[in-house]
């Protein structure tokens, strides 16, 4: 049986601020505020995605800035509870396609070293551990792993062999 929730995923826009602001405050010590969110749909160097249910409610999102050939994730959020039902990798999977069709030489983003979860889930779509930032994070203070995905000069993925956790 397959437990994963139905949602669309589209572009964010204004509507979605105050919903994607309040996702932010439940999901995040140190959320980004909706003036934020909202000076982030005029930067051209960044996407944001929502990820929509059945009744157009925001169910999770995420941001990528893009500079020349290089992708940052920036946010992946869901809400808690309608994780573990693949929001999350679907949204990922959007950036990826999005790095391969233009030719990025990675993608790369931080996650909190306890947050085995998404360790696990970008380590499974072929991100790995290629370094720490010591107590990145704040409330609580947090080393963050960063995690990259290579992409070969014709955007294909790299091969990526091991897990991200054997860096950990």
């Not at 963050?144 to 014709?154: G, Y």
């Amino acid at each position: 049986m397959d437990t994963r929730m139905h949602v669309r995923i589209v572009p964010m826009n204004a509507d979605h601020l105050d919903e994607v602001a309040e996702l932010e405050r439940i999901c995040f010590s140190t959320p980004w505020s909706r003036n934020m969110l909202a000076e982030e749909l005029d930067n051209l160097l960044s996407a944001f995605l929502v990820a929509l249910d059945d009744n157009d409610r925001v169910v999770g999102y995420a941001g990528l800035q893009v500079v020349l050939d290089e992708g940052y994730i920036t946010n992946i959020a869901v809400r808690p509870e309608c994780r573990k039902q693949g929001i999350a990798g679907k949204l990922l999977q959007v950036f990826l396609d999005f790095a391969q069709g233009n030719h990025l030489a990675f993608l790369t983003l931080e996650v909190r070293a306890s947050n085995y979860d998404a360790i696990a889930l970008y380590g499974s779509r072929g991100f790995r551990s290629t370094g720490r930032r010591k107590n990145y994070y704040e409330h609580p203070k947090e080393d963050a792993i960063i995690m990259t995905r290579e992409f070969k000069t014709d955007g294909t993925a790299d091969t990526v062999t091991g897990t991200a956790a054997d860096g950990l």
